[in-house]
């Protein structure tokens, strides 16, 4: 029997509250009721997703849980002001965001899930334990095949004050990713001890980031053995990644590529694919 705690941790926005709304009814269907899950949402969006909580889904308002010098000005949407560097993009903040959420919640492990993202079967993350240890995506034979993917781990091996890898060969970025809790509390730990000042201002300044990378390093060249986590280089969400949008035909042959161990979906909110489409194909009987 488990002992770990459990929760789903979804930073979402205005746009995509429709697809917020289809991952909540499939994790309402297929996650066992005891796995919370958090909305993380800014303040000025609050009342679209607040229809969409209940009793397992609450939520988390972004400027609860960032720095008072993160701050939005009305009309601009693309960025977010800061008192301490340059605008942030939408992008970095989210990325803050995410690594923000371990020192605001008690669940040992984190499961991050995007809101265009939703499971297709039952789904209990227990089951993937190996003992007390719980996967850490890292996927291999990555090398050259993602464009940024040595940049990114360059950046967080700087973070984290280790030697910088070229050529790299694992990618540590998907979608359902596993962070312990503890793990993340003391990851930005160290990127403050590295770096002497607070991890969030290191994040805004950067114009190249990607906080699963961070983790991925941090597990795996810090901890190691230490990190709780066992490898697992299997991508169990069916994704669909191209920003061009797929009609009902279309989705219906996506569907016909899941394997057995696909426990989730992907439609790209970026492919303008109509959400009503996605559920007409994965979510009627």
């Given at each position: 029997m488990s002992t770990l705690s459990y929760a789903l941790v979804t930073p979402s926005y205005w746009k995509d509250v429709e697809r917020c709304a289809m991952l909540i009814e499939s994790v309402d269907r297929w996650v066992p009721p005891e796995i919370r899950h958090y909305l993380v949402i800014a303040r000025r969006d609050v009342p679209l997703f607040r229809p969409l909580l209940t009793s397992r889904c609450q939520l988390i308002v972004v400027e609860d849980i960032i720095p008072a010098w993160l701050?939005?000005?009305?009309?601009?949407?693309?960025?977010?002001?800061?008192?301490?560097?340059?605008?942030?993009?939408?992008?970095?903040?989210?990325?803050?965001?995410?690594?923000?959420?371990?020192?605001?919640?008690?669940?040992?492990?984190?499961?991050?899930?995007?809101?265009?993202?939703?499971f297709i079967q039952p789904y209990d993350p227990r089951n993937y334990e190996r003992g007390d240890r719980v996967p850490l995506f890292a996927e291999t034979g990555q090398r050259g095949l993602i464009t940024s993917n040595d940049l990114w781990q360059a950046v967080g091996s700087c973070l984290l004050g280790l030697p910088v890898e070229t050529d790299c060969d694992s990618n540590y970025v998907g979608q359902l990713v596993y962070w312990r809790r503890a793990n993340a509390v003391d990851m930005v730990r160290r990127v403050e001890e590295v770096n002497g000042h607070s991890w969030q201002q290191e994040v805004a300044s950067r114009s190249d980031f990607a906080e699963y990378i961070l983790y991925g390093l941090y597990a795996t060249?810090?901890?190691?053995?230490?990190?709780?986590?066992?490898?697992?280089?299997?991508?169990?969400?069916?994704?669909?990644?191209?920003?061009?949008?797929?009609?009902?035909?279309?989705l219906e042959r996506f569907r016909g590529t899941r394997q057995p161990h696909h426990h989730s979906a992907m439609v790209s909110s970026k492919s303008g694919t109509p959400v009503a489409d996605i559920r007409a194909v994965f979510f009627t009987p």
């Open positions: 701050f939005r000005v009305p009309g601009i949407r693309r960025f977010w002001m800061s008192l301490r560097t340059r605008p942030v993009k939408n992008w970095i903040l989210q990325q803050i965001v995410k690594l923000s959420v371990p020192g605001v919640v008690s669940e040992d492990v984190l499961l991050y899930a995007d809101s265009d993202m939703f060249r810090v901890l190691g053995e230490r990190s709780g986590h066992w490898h697992d280089d299997l991508v169990r969400t069916l994704c669909y990644w191209p920003a061009v949008p797929l009609d009902r035909p279309a």
